[in-house]
């Protein structure tokens, strides 16, 4: 900045200088020249400082440039002092030497060169400034100008005379003697004799001496440039230079921010911003998903080597025809995979419609032969085979289970509960038989088959070894229990065998003869023997059986604990009609609660029955009565106020409907307090306004009225007819009275006049005296005071003297409540706040379109998604604004407003905190 | 004789399909609804009623051995947060479980910076003990339990922060100096250094990643360009500023949390003034993190409370506390703008929602609806003086409460806050309604 200043207060100078001779003008540049290097030598001192030194030992410099200096300290401080300096001669003054006496005609002119001298002022100053910002780069600039000036002069006279540089340098030199005269206030040339000796060897010296050589006007021509360039600049101090670099450095990115602002912008107004776009849910085709499976299993890796076979692949590659080829079957193959599948066929078709056959079938006894088939086949498969027989436990537990969950012949059934209500007695022998069958089958099934399930259990069991045992023990108890039953059915064999023998004597024929007889006699006898020795024999190892098996049995039993077999079994069928005690249900593995149950009904006689119910409906009862009370207390209690409330409408049977009564009842109780306490307040309302109605005809109002009549007539002129006719025209309508009329009523509801007392006949005294003494002394007393106090309200009422003004002094509070008591902070003005709030935004109020915008939040993100940064792209400012045109115009004037404004409000604060460096 | 008949045509009013909704015309005339103005004001404040009712910040807390000293979010996995103590211990926690996932075992004194790449597969650690030290974050399967340094570098002084350039391999940390470093080479890329203070906290600009900025204990704050070889810029404040974050939608601001309470949003362009102050902390501020919308950050203090303020609000939207929480050394919002996390001197790192009421889970699109017009209203009615004062000060039991306490606590010359917090009862709107108090009475007192 300082620079291009400087450049451009110089550059008026330079054109001065041109005007002049050439010598003036080297002059003038010699003494900046000097004064520089006095600017260069070691660290600055404060002008005045300067001065005084400089004026304490003058010695120290030269003669001519102690004049300098005094003629420039004349220029800075402006003083008389100095100005007397500067009005001395120059030639009496001892400059005289360094001044040719030839130039000396030529130039003598103190107040032109003082004139000169002023701006260097300014320079001088510049070169503080410059020093503060570090640049000596500036005192390069003003040699380079210096030599500028030279080689301009110079082109100068090329340009006016058409002859090369090299004729002026003559001129030049002579001109060069001028100039040495101010050399000697520099330091670099100390000397006078180099000067007087032709100044400075220059380039074009240098040059000369190479005119004749080959490539010299190509030299010349980058003398010429090198010279129209610009000089290298000396390096600077570090720090002036890291500022220098620091400032620019932060210009650029000063400029690369710039780039944000309209997408800032544009986020900014935005009514609204969205960050929810774009998830990536990853994969998203099946084929994606497949794509990343891979084989773990052996099943899944077999698959894979025969999907991802090297022939496959190829031939999928490939248009697919191979695939046809390796698809290929022999013939012999699918013929025998035909047949297996057509005899299958026939074999299913033959099956089905047999089963359809014996399903066909309707015959009973055929039925009942199936079962028995089917129970005989399953008994010997259960005692030949674990594995049925466990099927067939498995089975028996989830019958068990199924009954014991759903008590399907627990007399739960709509016809057994019928039957026992009426009482089993009372029923015919088949209808009690059905129901102890039922009975009997639920015992049956909820039975529990221990046996099975340790058979299964210790068979199942993995532990082989250390089961051994177990399984030993039970396959001997069930040899035991096969072993007696063969032995039984042997038996039974052989008495039958011997009642038949006895049976089977055979009348007729060869048997018939007598040693026949005699033959089948011994041969009879032998055999009874025989058969008593194997009776025998069965009979003791019956008994060697059962002492084993019934120790075990007992054994089990303890263990189990509810194991109970044959005994019960057998007992079973035999009493059919001794169900109904104990001990079978005892025995039983039923519940204890079902037992108790059980026993109820096993009691079977209607009265317990009855009984119970009687105590259970008791045992309720106590619980239902207060209800019952309560209700009818309720009921009572909405009977009664009926008449007066309207909720006697309709009085319920069922007990729902009455307890909605009874709430229906609190309501009404709580409804009533309010309605009991509002009359009061009509009375207390009531008497006002009656008082108002007595008042009205008494003192106010005619007062008032008087108040209109003095006002309403205005006084006439017998000016033209102008006024009459307006008078005649606006006839109809009086502004005046309407307004006093409208302010009347407003002040009789703000200050509402007190009620005119009553007198109501017979109350407080008897009539007759009412009618003598009239209205209660206390009565109207009150009335007087209630005037009064009217009175003095309308008195303290601010518009009591304003004839043509009303104001208000009623303030509703609950109005306050929707009021602002300022207008909100980003708004304006009070018509756009009132219409921003004016229109409903809710859903009943607005078609559904127009809803989702109205309400849009002003970011819109969704929960679960991360957000980046932004990032930028091109914004053109023009575009129209995306999306939501109902929401857009309200919200956006508002976010715009309060983005410019609310930063200008805290400017001042944030400007006292911090302070800047650069 | 004509006959008017109602007419419609079979093209609009088929459904495309059964479960298409039949159309429904209705008149939203106003004059029919005279009530409506009524009946959303009535909304609105039951809206901000049920704004204080819900408003249950806090959702859990995960315990260190020490105090939590610096924390950094893994900005590709959501739910991973690094933290790191002041007993040299980091680790990785998993915020929805609320365990530990990792250890990163290494550093002998306290953690002071904690940074993750972009990808969130690099971790870098500095800490007192004059180390950085560079992880590997594990992916989520592997088993085992702690993570042993990739990379370490000893340096002759303690360092004080560190931050990674958004979706750059550049990592900057600070100490004596503000070094630039890569993934790759083994010594700083870039050594910055203007003045002689240590330098406390780097923040890289996460829309301009080239940029980045430092605070020193001179009070000052220099902004830093990668690419070039000598600093930017130098601001010097009135008081220390402890740490900056960049706005990252808006990459010209950023705001300093300062030492003096107060947060500065400066815009880079216009270093002369802030353009806006964020005042209500009582002690200074000690962290700050924005949102990633842009519209909010969140600051945590030394006076034990965390604050959420909007972008250009001069006071705090929110304010967090609870029993037994003490002065907060770290905050971060999470990636997706809904959780606070803050780390503090009880050993705590402490989640939060960002809107105090706001329903988590998945939304029904109706109960989505439901909410946003509830907020619409809110923000239309908050002038109301009804409104107003619910949505600044809370329900009106708690008033009472604020005022005892207040006056017990000037006669007993505690910290103000201390004891506002202290006996709250469990709302956090209380305590903004207190330190508004404090302040203002604070003035009358002295």
Known sequence: ?918 | MKVKTISRSTDEFTRERSNDLQRVFRNYDPKLRPQEKAVEYVRALNAAKLEKIFGRPFVGAMEHNEAISCMAKNPNHLKGIFAGSEDGDIRLWDITSRRTVRKFPGHRGAVRGLTASTDGSRLVSCGADCIIRRWTVPVEDSSEDSVKPEDFHISKNAYWGVDHQWKGDQFATVGAQVDIWNHTSNAPVRSFQWGTDTVISVRFNPGHPDLLATSASDRSITLYDVKTTIPIKKLIMQTKTNSIAWNPMEPMNFTAANEDGNCYSYDLRKLNEATMVHTDHAAAVMDIDYSPTGREFVTGSYDRTVRIFRYNGGHSREIYHTSRMQRVFCVKFSCDASYVISGSDDYNLRLWKAMASEQLGVLLPREKKRHEYDEALKNRYKHLPEVKRILRFGLGTLFLVCIKVYTYQYESSFSPLLLCTGLDTGTTRGHTWCTRVSSSAQGHWR
């Open chain 1, 1 to 918: 900045m300082v620079e291009t200043k400087r450049k451009g207060r110089d550059e008026p100078k330079h054109n001065k200088m041109k005007k002049q001779k050439s010598s003036g003008s080297k002059t003038l540049s010699t003494k900046k020249k000097s004064k520089r290097n006095d600017a260069r030598k070691g660290p600055r001192l404060p002008n005045s400082l300067r001065k005084e030194v400089e004026r304490l030992n003058p010695s120290t410099q030269l003669n001519s440039e102690d004049e300098d200096i005094n003629s420039d300290e004349g220029e800075f401080l402006t003083d008389d002092i100095y100005e007397y300096e500067e009005k001395i001669p120059q030639e009496e003054s001892r400059k005289n030497r360094r001044f040719d006496p030839v130039e000396n005609f030529e130039y003598e002119l103190p107040e032109d060169f003082e004139d000169e001298n002023v701006p260097s002022d300014d320079d001088e100053d510049e070169d503080d400034d410059l020093m503060d910002n570090g640049g000596n780069k500036l005192e390069d600039s003003h040699d380079e100008i210096e030599e500028d000036d030279d080689g301009r002069h110079v082109r100068m006279l090329e340009g006016i005379t058409g002859m090369p540089s090299e004729a002026f340098e003559g001129n030049k030199k002579k001109n060069n003697v001028v100039i040495s005269e101010a050399y000697p206030e520099s330091e670099y040339n100390p000397t006078r004799d180099v000067l007087d000796g032709g100044g400075r060897i220059s380039m074009e010296d240098l040059l000369g001496t190479l005119q004749k050589k080959p490539g010299f006007g190509k030299l010349r021509k980058i003398m010429d440039q090198m010279k129209k360039s610009e000089a290298i600049e000396a390096p600077l101090p570090t720090v002036i230079r890291e500022k220098m670099e620091r400032q620019a450095a932060y210009k650029i990115s000063k400029k690369d921010m710039a780039k944000w602002e309209p997408l800032v912008k544009r986020n900014r107004e935005a009514p609204t911003i969205y960050f929810d776009e774009d998830t990536d849910l990853g994969f998203s085709t099946v084929g994606a998903i497949a794509s990343e499976f891979e084989p773990r299993t052996e099943f899944e890796k077999k698959m894979a080597s025969l999907v991802y076979d090297d022939d496959v692949m190829e031939a999928h590659k490939k248009d697919g025809s191979r695939l046809l080829e390796l698809n290929q079957v022999s013939m012999e193959d699918e013929k025998e995979r035909h047949n297996r599948i057509a005899k299958m066929r026939s074999l299913l078709f033959r099956h089905e419609m047999k089963a359809k056959h014996i399903k066909k079938i309707k015959s009973k006894t055929y039925h009942r032969l199936l079962k028995k088939d089917r129970l005989k086949t399953a008994a010997a498969l259960t005692e030949m085979d674990p594995e049925a027989a466990k099927e067939q436990a498995m089975k028996q537990e989830f019958k068990r289970a199924e009954e014991r969950m759903t008590l399907k012949h627990k007399n739960t059934s709509k016809w057994a509960t019928r039957i026992l209500q009426r009482g089993l007695q009372v029923q015919d022998e088949g209808t009690r038989a059905a129901i102890t069958e039922q009975l009997q089958q639920h015992a049956l099934l909820t039975r529990k088959m221990n046996s099975m399930k340790d058979g299964s259990s210790s068979s199942s069991s993995s532990d082989d070894t250390s089961d051994e045992d177990d399984v030993d023990e039970d396959s001997s108890v069930l040899k035991e229990g096969r072993a007696s039953k063969l032995l039984g059915k042997a038996t039974e064999k052989t008495l039958k065998i011997l009642e038949e023998e006895e049976d089977e004597v055979p009348d007729s024929g060869i048997f018939s003869l007598p040693f026949m007889e005699r033959g089948l006699k011994k041969r009879k006898e032998a055999a009874e023997d025989e058969a008593k020795l194997a009776l025998q024999e069965y009979e003791v190892s019956m008994k060697q059986l059962d002492d084993p098996s019934g120790a075990e049995n007992s054994k089990i039993k303890a263990s189990s604990g509810r194991r109970v077999f044959g005994a019960a079994n057998i007992r079973a069928p035999e009493s059919r009609d001794v169900i109904k005690t104990d001990n079978f249900y005892a025995n039983s593995d039923s519940d204890d609660d079902l037992e108790a149950k059980e026993n109820i009904f096993d009691m079977g006689k209607d009265g317990s029955c009855d009984m119970q119910k009687d105590v259970h409906v008791d045992s309720v009862l106590p619980h239902e009565f207060p209800q019952d009370s309560v209700f009818k207390s309720f009921d009572d209690i909405v009977r009664d106020p009926g008449p007066k409330t309207t909720y006697d409408v309709a009085i319920f049977a069922s007990d729902k409907w009455r307890k909605m009564e009874s709430r229906n009842k609190v309501d009404a109780n709580s409804k009533k307090s309010p309605v009991a306490v509002e009359p009061e307040y009509n009375q207390d309302l009531q008497e006002p306004v009656k008082e108002v109605g007595e008042n009205s005809d008494t003192e106010s109002e005619g007062q008032m009225v008087d108040g209109i009549i003095s006002l309403d007539p205005k006084p006439t002129y017998e000016l033209p007819s102008q006024t009459e006719l307006i008078r005649q025209a606006f006839a109809g309508d009086d502004v005046e009275e309407d307004f006093e009329n409208d302010k009347q009523e407003i002040l009789n509801e703000e200050n509402p006049e007190p009620e005119k007392p009553v007198l109501l006949p017979g109350w407080g005294q008897w009539t007759r005296v009412q009618k003598k003494k009239g209205l209660p002394s206390w009565m109207l007393k009150e009335h007087e005071n209630a005037k009064r106090k009217r009175e003095e309200a309308l008195k303290k009422r601010k518009d009591a003297h304003l004839k043509h003004v009303i104001i208000s002094e009623k303030l509703d509070k609950k109005a306050e409540k929707l009021l602002t008591k300022t207008l909100p902070y980003p708004f304006t003005s009070k018509e756009v706040f009132e219409q921003s709030i004016r229109m409903p935004i809710g859903p009943e109020f607005n078609p559904a379109t127009a809803v989702g915008a109205l309400n849009r939040p002003a970011v819109v993100k969704k929960p679960g998604v991360i957000i980046k940064p932004i990032e930028f792209k091109e914004v053109n400012p023009h575009e129209n604004k995306e999306g939501h045109k109902w929401s857009g115009q309200k919200q956006k004037t508002k976010k715009s407003k309060s983005d410019g404004s609310m930063p200008r409000k805290k400017m001042k604060k944030a400007e006292g905190k911090t302070k800047k460096v650069n």
